[in-house]
T-cell receptor
């Protein structure tokens, strides 16, 4: 069975400082991994995805994530936080060998202080 | 391209009543998903359709929840009868193929009182 663990339920950073949101996963040998963002009262938006190509993935709004198979991690980073980054972030794993079954993490709430 | 359309946006019902949600996926997206997102938790997959066939409904409470996708396009999710613990946001998503990622609708916020 696959699973996703987002290691921090809340992360607080100051504007202009780096962001790190951590995600560990357990899946088959060929998972696809995603990060989604959800702003208050808004729908889920795809930030970036890893689908077995380059292990360093660049997404929208300056976010990046690195797939590390040896550590089963897919941490999300951004060099400099902006106030508009405050939101809920979800790490998602899709099992490509099981009809694309998806599992969401429980989310990390990012707070950005001025 | 138009996004995933869901209606209604909000619904308040009493327990033991029934309710239905509607989803229109992005044109050409063969795969459609219904998720339940309880406050403070990540979305939980209820059912996944590939065209009009069910791929995964292992987490759908089949004694009260049902879903259909007629003609492989629109889909409806029904709850009958509703319980207090069904209060959640119900999200619909579609994808061309799973590895490409999903596009989510804005969701339906259900409150059962």
């Amino acid at each position: 069975a696959q699973s996703v663990t987002q290691l921090d339920s809340h992360v607080s950073v100051s504007e202009g400082t780096p962001v790190l949101l951590r995600c560990n996963y357990s899946s088959s040998y060929s998972p696809s991994l995603f990060w989604y963002v959800q702003h208050p009262n808004k729908g889920l938006q795809l930030l970036l995805k890893y689908t077995s190509a380059a292990t360093l993935v660049k997404g929208i709004n300056g976010f990046e994530a690195e797939f590390k198979k040896s550590e089963t991690s897919f941490h999300l980073t951004k060099p400099s936080a902006h106030m508009s980054d405050a939101a809920e972030y979800f790490c998602v794993v899709i099992d490509n060998t099981n009809a694309g079954k998806s599992t969401f993490g429980d989310g990390t709430t990012l707070t950005v202080k001025p | 391209e138009a996004g995933v359309a869901q209606s209604p946006r909000y619904k308040i019902i009493e327990k033991r009543q029934s309710v239905a949600f509607w989803c229109n996926p992005i044109s050409g997206h063969a795969t459609l998903y219904w998720y339940q997102q309880i406050l403070g938790q990540g979305p939980k997959l209820l059912i996944q359709f590939q065209n009009n066939g069910v791929v995964d409904d292992s987490q759908l409470p089949k004694d009260r929840f049902s879903a259909e996708r007629l003609k492989g396009v629109d889909s409806t999710l029904k709850i009958q009868p509703a319980k207090l613990e069904d209060s959640a946001v119900y999200l619909c998503a579609s994808s061309f193929e799973g590895a490409a990622g999903y596009t989510f609708g804005s969701g339906t916020r259900l409150t059962v009182v």
